[in-house]
């Protein structure tokens, strides 16, 4: 009932990365207008994935993610049970992320259509399997370009700026 009620208001954002991704998506809280449910599966791999990857952001309907559109970026996974079984077509879903490769093990787990990371419809609930918070900072990542060494913080932070500017301007007013 508490879950219902925090989805039903307007004033509301939620990110699942990894676990929190698992949670969500398992208890439908993504796409619940769906037919059929997505789950997340064991990697095709049968074994725990950790790797730094590179992601693709596709133009997608995103709070967090929108601006990122058309960004190509690295980002650690680490996790057994990645893969997103995504059973409605392709485009009944807004895809926030896909890992750059289809085949193993630039897409880690096998997911469907490559996708590491999905939104709900009204772009306000994402979630997705790489560990994003662990990319931060350019000494964060496996591989950074070297014209951006003196980068504060990598792209990865827009996502949570366009969160705060988005709850700063969708708060309910005391």
């Known amino acids: 009932e508490t879950l219902d009620k925090f989805y039903a208001r307007e004033d509301t954002l939620s990110l699942g990365i990894c676990n929190g991704c698992q949670l969500m998506v398992e208890l439908n809280l993504i796409n619940p207008e769906h037919k059929h449910r997505a789950h997340l599966c064991h990697n095709t791999s049968h074994k725990f994935e950790s790797s730094f990857l590179s992601l693709s952001i596709?133009?997608?309907?995103?709070?967090?993610?929108?601006?990122?559109?058309?960004?190509?970026?690295?980002?650690?996974?680490?996790?057994?049970?990645?893969?997103?079984?995504?059973p409605e077509p392709e485009d009944h879903y807004n895809i926030v992320a896909k890992y750059n490769y289809a085949e193993y093990p630039g897409n880690p787990n096998g997911s469907d259509y490559n996708v590491a990371g999905i939104c709900s419809a009204d772009g306000r609930h994402l979630c997705m399997m790489p560990h994003l918070e662990r990319a931060f900072f350019p000494w964060q990542n496996a591989w950074y370009p070297a014209d951006r060494r003196k980068d504060e913080v990598t792209p990865w932070i827009e996502a949570f700026v366009?969160?705060?500017?988005?709850?700063?301007?969708?708060?309910?007013?005391?």
Do not use: D
Request: aromatic share 12%.
């Open 58 to 86: 596709p133009r997608n309907n995103s709070v967090m993610f929108g601006s990122l559109s058309g960004n190509k970026l690295g980002v650690w996974v680490a996790h057994g049970e990645g893969r997103f079984y995504l």
């Open 162 to 174: 366009n969160a705060r500017k988005w709850v700063e301007k969708h708060a309910k007013k005391s």
